[in-house]
């Protein structure tokens, strides 16, 4: 295959990737008062009724604080595992690594309704900490495979030169480790909030009678489907842009960013 | 060796608040879940899954649309993966933005936006019969071609990642050897990049094949009750029907199929390493 025969093939795989992002932007903005293309005219109309309407406003709120919540205990647990991992020397680590990255590789429905089983029990279905729980635990190979990255790559002779000079452990990890981590903490964390705000099949066993936005969004999928949700679309298309930038601009490998 | 011990202490401290996580959060209640499976200790679960045409039937199609899903993700990602390992870094940059961007868009958004492409009076329908092509809507949604398609743009980023990786890891001079004795540009692929990036592809076959297994939302949403695939099956049987034990032995047969594919791949890749 020639170099010319290779760039238009890979143009019409580059149409079949973004045509389904690029198509929701006109929809989102069209004045009919159903599904048509092109849109006959241009409005905010959908915009509108995802701002006054409280079940969008209040899922979109969940999903970004459960969201959070996910990010920072996931890079709680995650980060000091991903060192035990990377530096530590003890039996059995090669069993504790394919624990931590095991909910990569078990299918999600099948965790979904095993947290199911055990949170109805516990009567924790519809809580926001019981998702942010399960989310964790999704998302914490998405840490340790970027810090561990990091920590691989990392020159260990400053921390060395930094407990030469007296630096006690801890004031090693804080002012040295960790601050030249900085652009691995930042792309994990980003990775874990878009992974659960993302995330629909967990939520749709444990989130209840609370919608999160992706169980918002099935619901109208499947009940009727007007174009707020496309405007939906839109902004999380937008916001997922900005994540990207973040981690192109203040994170570690937009390569290593492949989930 | 004092200084060892408590090295060796320190090594595994920092995991432990995580793996007790993953131990109460994840490993107990799957395993719990699956000893549901053969409660009473039998076995009639299994050989309602495995044994009645009805379902079996399904674990079959689940197997066939993973297969086609992971044939389209290798004919499409292969030239991808190519041409990013292969062009400037500034083209090399955007080409990976567009991959990425895709990949981290929501499955719901992109779900959503094909039903919008597919549908009977969707973007491509509408422009066909505008054009005069066709006289009647092609059904595209709801079938096996939509839960294809769908599939396919959901895994295609991870087909191109891995296959990207290891073009870029064959050594330059070994082409411009080929090219200065003679070899054509199908002679050079051939002989050179197929072979070696063959850990790449399978590396990306692999998990493409892997992650079609567990798929829920796309056949949800695309193959409009039609389409059945082991994932929609188990969350039926625990929303509908209820019925725990099935929805575990289900699970358990889907667990062991996905476990098993990639402890064999990791024995293939490690005997292909060491070779």
């Known amino acids: ?259 | 060796m004092f200084s060892r011990m408590s090295g060796r202490l320190l090594g595994i401290a920092p995991a432990v608040p995580a793996l007790i996580v993953l131990f109460v959060f994840f490993l107990y209640p799957v395993v719990r879940m699956l000893g549901y499976s053969i409660e009473g200790g039998t076995f009639e679960w299994y050989a309602k899954a495995l044994g009645e045409g009805l379902y079996l039937q399904v674990f079959l199609n689940t197997f066939e649309i993973a297969f086609w899903v992971t044939a389209i993700c290798l004919v499409l990602g292969y030239p991808l993966g190519f041409l990013l390992a292969t062009t400037t870094p500034g083209w090399a940059t955007l080409g990976f933005i567009f991959v990425l961007l895709p990949l981290w868009t929501s499955v719901l958004v992109r779900t959503y936006a094909w039903m919008v492409l597919l549908g009977r009076n969707g973007v491509f329908n509408r422009a066909m019969l505008e054009a005069g092509l066709i006289s009647d809507p092609i059904p595209m949604l709801n079938n096996f071609s939509g839960v294809l398609i769908g599939m396919v743009h959901v895994l295609l980023p991870y087909m191109v990642l891995p296959i990207y990786g290891a073009v870029r890891r064959v050594d330059p001079s070994l082409v411009s050897a080929a090219e200065g004795l003679g070899a054509s540009n199908a002679r050079i692929f051939r002989r050179v990049y197929l072979p070696l990036t063959l850990p790449g592809i399978f590396a990306g076959a692999v998990i493409v094949f892997v992650l079609s297994l567990g798929f829920y939302i796309t056949p949800a949403l695309l193959g409009g009750g039609r389409v059945i695939m082991v994932a929609v099956m188990i969350e039926q049987q625990v929303h509908q029907t209820l019925n725990w034990p099935f929805a575990a032995a289900l699970s358990a047969s889907l667990l062991v199929v996905t476990l098993a594919i990639y402890a064999l791949a990791q024995r293939f890749t490690r005997s292909s390493e060491a070779a």
């Open chain 1, 1 to 259: 295959m020639s170099r010319r025969a290779l760039v238009v093939a890979c143009t019409a795989i580059y149409i079949f990737l973004m045509l389904p992002l690029l198509v929701v932007f006109p929809i989102s903005l069209s004045s009919a008062a159903y599904m048509q293309f092109p849109p006959p005219g241009l409005s905010w109309q959908w915009y509108e009724r995802f701002i006054d309407d409280p079940q969008w406003v209040d899922a979109t709120v969940r999903s970004l604080y459960v969201g959070v919540a996910t990010a920072i205990l996931a890079l709680a647990l995650g980060v000091p595992l991903s060192f035990s991992l990377v530096r530590g020397r003890f039996a059995g680590r090669w069993l504790v690594d394919r624990i931590a990255l095991a909910p990569l590789i078990v299918p999600t429905i099948i965790l979904s309704i095993a947290v199911y089983g055990m949170f109805a029990k516990l009567k924790l279905i519809g809580e926001w900490y019981g998702l942010v729980i399960a989310h964790t635990v999704l998302a914490l190979p998405f840490v340790v495979l970027v810090m561990s990255a990091g920590l691989r790559d990392f020159d260990r002779g400053l921390e060395q030169a930094a407990e030469g000079l007296g630096a006690s452990r801890p004031r090693t990890l804080l002012r040295i480790t960790l601050p030249l981590m900085r652009p691995s903490l930042v792309s994990a964390g980003l990775l874990a909030f878009i992974s659960s705000f993302d995330e629909l099949v967990v939520a749709l066993f444990l989130a209840g009678p609370n919608m999160t936005l992706p169980k918002k969004m099935f619901d109208n999928i499947l009940m009727e489907i007007d174009p707020t949700i496309a405007a939906v679309s839109v902004m999380q298309i937008l916001l997922v842009s900005i994540v990207l930038v973040l981690i192109g601009r203040f994170g570690r490998g937009l390569k290593s960013a492949g989930r």
